[in-house]
């Protein structure tokens, strides 16, 4: 042990009385923060964990592969280690002793970097500061120990310098240190999980980021510490007292000995791609961290109030600020500032019936079907497209349910980007009740499975008890029920009243809110009798009564009319293709998707489909009439498009809604306050989105122009921005994987 000590004492005093050691552990790592942090504009927010993770990857790689590797050879070549041949002293002390000797001398640099960090730019304290702490010291020691391996293969300092260049390179760029790994091409990103520094980013700012700690870094630790060991073990079995000695070509290849835990953990992650979803979700959060100051702009608040020339802050992905005027000085707030003058901010836009697994045409070939019709990637576009549009939540109200799950799951974490999903769950209706027809064409045992997924059928007031309860365990945030017995051509069994008050019973004892699809004005009485929490549709045949919205008023049921539907069906079964043309419609709905469904609109063989839509008891005059007569009674309105129905495609659906109505004579900023504020208090969401104000989630629409005069603005988006996110590459979203 004394030996120990003693070589590295005399590590310690030989270390300090080199300036390049002072330089390179200390003053370059220092030179690299602020030059990063500035470049950054760390101020800003989440930026700084980013430039701590880079500088400590720059300083450990320096301080293991040069200041240990290239040391040893230089004191190799100098005939250093040749004198401590002499002496009674294995290779072992000085090995540990050159780790033990760059730890010392770097961590002090390390809480330099976080004192500097909190300080200057604001970053918190680390929650797992001791988590931190060792993970960076076996960093530390496992790169110290690849530059003692690469040290024991160098003949000369020449060789040395070109092993330390090809090692030290690819560490450097492909970890995410220098560029984000999110600006690489998926085969790239597979190879970086064979980078041993990439870990040690990820784990940095995981710990900086979201508190994660060594246990939630499990692999990358084990991979580390066992580099450290493997290494230590390699360097002391090739070690070389004298210049002269020298080592094979072949004795080379013992570093990829060293790597050895990172090829295995590397090629885990390679095949479950979770290292490249938490990259992403780190990313992502670092995205959202950023501070904005939007200046000048009209702003609609979204419960009514406007701010004719007001600022609103943004900073770590909630809105920190609502001003009249400029607001404050962005240098004081250390915030990007982005002017609107002659926009108006509004809040993310809220589609509260949607059918995300529906297309709302049809692709243009049998091969195109196959591929479009893949689950993930229909909900993963559709979402995209409703981000695209300003869209920043909507509600699935019958979908797969497992699907669905997954994609929520997905948006939520932040790995993909896309809207923000509430869902329903499965339909709650009759034995050949409308919801069941929807899978007719599908093979026996497939439909079977589809039907569980997205059916509910109860025999009795218990069972329904039962499946409510089953779907709130899975998460969902509502429940629908389907009342509407159909007309004309197509009938349907009507579910049962008394199941259908089990069904509400359960509901409301869960918390979860009741949205009743309604097809009559007796579908409508009983939803009201119900307390259901939104009426889907209304009637599309006939006059609701009076009667019914001053009920509704009195028990705050919402309205959602879905216009959209009526409309799209309406075309469809006229041939029309006007829907199509919109340039919203154009940016999202892929090429495929628009071709096939123009040539559907024209083609014989869908002649008798068209017929039958044509047919439709569905009148557009019925339908304005009851939303005008609802908004006339203070009913509760809110915007719901029935996207995926035909001609309804996913993406600017609460615009088209909105025009809808203003064109029906509602007031524009009704139709507004319905998009947002409504929609969120129905969602039961409104404590964080729906409105601007202070603590509410940064989902935000920017347009050009006065959406209160003119409607269509909703449509010229200068921004998006969700989560705090401002999203600068809406077409990129569509090439999310």
């Known amino acids: 042990m004394n030996s120990y000590l003693a070589l590295i004492s005399l590590d310690l005093r030989l270390a300090l009385r080199q300036k390049s050691v002072i330089f390179f552990n200390y003053l370059l790592p220092l030179v690299f923060f602020f030059i990063f942090a500035k470049a950054m504009h760390a101020e800003r927010g989440a930026q700084i964990t980013q430039v701590i993770a880079m500088v400590t990857v720059i300083g450990t790689l320096g301080s293991g592969l040069f200041g240990a590797g290239m040391r040893a050879v230089m004191e190799r070549e100098m005939n250093i280690l040749r004198r401590y041949k002499v002496t009674p002293i294995s290779p072992l002390p000085l090995l540990v002793a050159s780790v033990l000797t760059g730890w010392i001398l770097f961590m002090p640099n390390i809480l330099l970097l976080l004192a500097l960090a909190h300080f200057m730019y604001g970053m918190a304290w680390p929650s797992t500061f001791v988590s931190l702490f060792v993970f960076i010291s076996l960093g530390i020691a496992a790169f110290r120990a690849i530059g003692l391996i690469l040290a024991s293969i160098a003949n000369s300092m020449q060789e040395s310098q070109i092993l330390i260049q090809l090692t030290y390179l690819p560490m450097l760029f492909l970890s995410g240190a220098t560029f984000p790994t999110t600006m690489f091409p998926t085969w790239l990103l597979i190879l970086t999980q064979f980078i041993p520094t990439k870990y040690l980013v990820d784990g940095v700012q995981g710990m900086l980021l979201t508190g994660k700690t060594l246990a939630d870094n499990v692999e990358s630790v084990g991979a580390l510490l066992l580099t450290a060991a493997v290494g230590l073990f390699i360097a002391l079995k090739l070690f070389r007292w004298e210049k002269d000695e020298k080592v094979r070509t072949s004795s080379k290849f013992w570093i990829l000995a060293a790597m050895v835990p990172f090829l295995v953990v590397g090629a885990k992650e390679a095949r479950t791609k979770t290292g490249i979803s938490e990259g992403k979700i780190l990313a992502r959060k670092i995205a959202r961290g950023e501070t904005y100051l939007l200046r000048n702009a009209r702003v609609f608040v979204g419960d009514g109030k406007v701010i004719e020339n007001g600022s609103v802050l943004i900073r770590s992905g909630k809105i920190a600020g609502v001003y009249e005027g400029d607001g404050p000085d962005p240098e004081s707030l250390k915030a990007e500032v982005m002017g609107a003058a002659g926009k108006t901010i509004l809040p ?40 695209y549009s300003g869209v920043t939540t909507v509600r699935s109200t019958g979908d797969i349910l497992d699907s669905v799950r997954q994609i929520r799951s997905t948006i939520a974490s932040g790995e993909t980007l896309g809207a923000e999903v509430q869902t329903c769950g499965p339909l709650f209706t009759a034995a050949g009740g409308h919801g069941t027809e929807y899978f007719k064409q599908v093979p026996e045992a497939a439909r079977d499975a589809l039907l569980k997924q997205f059916n509910r059928i109860p025999k009795s007031a218990e069972e329904a008890r039962q499946q409510v309860d089953a779907l709130k365990t899975d998460r969902v945030a509502c429940i629908k029920a389907i009342l509407e017995s159909g007309a004309a051509s197509r009938v349907f069994n009507r579910l049962d009243t008394a199941l259908f008050a089990a069904v509400a019973r359960e509901a409301h004892a869960q918390g979860l809110p009741l949205a009743v699809h309604t097809g009559d004005a007796r579908d409508v009485a009983d939803a009201v009798q119900a307390k259901a929490d939104s009426i889907e549709h209304g009637s599309f045949r006939e006059a609701i009564p009076d009667a019914l919205f001053e ?14 539907v009526v409309e ?34 024209t083609s014989s063989e869908m002649q008798e489909m068209r017929s039958s839509f044509a047919k439709f008891p569905f009148s557009m005059p019925v339908a304005i009439d009851n939303l005008k007569r609802a908004w006339q009674h203070g009913v509760l309105l809110v915007t719901g498009s029935d996207a995926g129905n035909f001609l309804v495609i996913h993406g600017p659906t609460v615009q088209h809604e909105m025009a809808l109505w203003v064109q029906s004579g509602i007031p524009p900023a009704v139709a507004l306050q319905a998009a947002t504020y409504n929609a969120a208090r129905l969602l039961k969401a409104d404590d964080h989105i729906g409105s601007i104000r202070v603590g509410n989630d940064a989902d935000l629409l920017v347009v050009d122009g006065n959406p209160l005069e003119d409607i269509s603005v909703t449509e010229r988006i200068s921004w998006v921005i969700f989560k705090g996110e401002r999203v600068y590459n809406r077409a990129g979203l569509f090439a999310q994987e």
């Open 348 to 387: 993310g836009l809220i589609d509260v019936h949607v059918h995300l697994g529906a297309m709302g045409g049809f692709p243009a070939s049998e091969k195109d079907d196959e591929k479009d019709y893949d689950p993930h990637r229909v909900l993963l576009h559709n979402l995209a497209a409703y981000l």
């Open 551 to 564: 009920q509704m008023k009195t028990q705050g049921i919402f309205y959602d009319p879905t216009l959209s």
């Open 568 to 601: 799209g069906i309406h075309d469809f079964g006229a041939g029309k293709n006007e829907l199509l043309k919109r340039s919203l419609v154009q940016q999202v709905a892929s090429a495929e998707l628009l071709k096939g469904t123009e040539a559907a609109l």
